[in-house]
Antibody, heavy 117, light 110 residues
Framework: QVQLRESGPGLVKPSETLSLTCAVS????????WSWIRQPPGKGLEWIAS???????TYNPSLKSRVTMSGDTSKNLLSLEVTSVTAADTAVYYC???????????WGQGVLVAVSS | QSAVTQTPSASGTPGQRVTLSCSGS????????VNWYQQFPGTAPRLLIY???QRPSGVPDRFSGSKSDTSASLAISGLQSEDEADYFC???????????FGGGTKLTVL
């Protein structure tokens, strides 16, 4: 069974870059599609980006100019960078995967990132 | 504003049947399957229904899903206090070329 575990800084200053990682176990990131999703406190879920080892990476147009998602197959790790963060980027960030087509069926526990000076 | 909309809140009494809805468009629900998630505070979403009406193993048959055209529904029968949670629908959007979530429905068991 695939397991995902996010990690991140916890607190980031406005205008700085947020960097998150998602450690994957139980399968290789060479398989499946992998996604980042976020959830601001008390709000709904927002898709950020999806990555496939085959080369395709897609981004939410609302975030595309500030976001980069990548994968490190040697460490079986996914990464997400969000540049020029503001308070609006404060959220719990989740990584998830589409082991079975058409659904995000495995999720990490999420990591809370606050943007504040 | 999400491309897929859900009623922000719903409520029911124990034993009652409640139906939550998810409304989209031809580029998302109209063209792709719908998934439903249950989320408790401080926890990750749990897959409740996939492919419109399929239940993963371990999900009680009190939960059922359906889809028609550009709308989908999640029905919960025999409502229990532990069903009090947030419920989100998720589908793929061909125009966005990405996942789109409904805004979520907060279900209260009175």
């Amino acid at each position: 069974q695939v397991q995902l575990r996010e990690s991140g800084p916890g607190l980031v200053k406005p205008s700085e870059t947020l960097s998150l990682t998602c450690a994957v176990s139980g399968d290789s990131i060479k398989n499946y599609y992998w996604s980042w999703i976020r959830q601001p406190p008390g709000k709904g879920l927002e898709w950020i980006a999806s990555f496939s080892y085959s080369g395709s990476t897609t981004y939410n147009p609302s975030l595309k100019s500030r976001v980069t998602m990548s994968g490190d197959t040697s460490k079986n790790l996914l990464s997400l960078e969000v540049t020029s963060v503001t308070a609006a980027d404060t959220a719990v960030y989740y990584c998830a995967t589409e082991v079975s087509a058409g659904r995000l069926d495995y999720w990490g526990q999420g990591v809370l990132v606050a943007v504040s000076s | 504003q999400s491309a897929v909309t859900q009623t922000p809140s719903a409520s029911g009494t124990p034993g009652q049947r409640v139906t939550l809805s998810c409304s989209g468009s031809t580029s998302n629900i109209g063209s792709n399957t719908v998934n439903w998630y249950q989320q408790f505070p401080g926890t990750a979403p749990r897959l409740l229904i996939y492919a419109n009406d399929q239940r993963p193993s371990g999900v009680p048959d009190r939960f059922s899903g359906s889809k028609s055209d550009t709308s989908a529904s999640l029905a919960i029968s025999g409502l229990q206090s532990e069903d009090e949670a947030d419920y989100f629908c998720l589908t793929w959007d061909d125009s966005l070329n990405g996942w789109v979530f409904g805004g979520g429905t907060k279900l209260t068991v009175l």
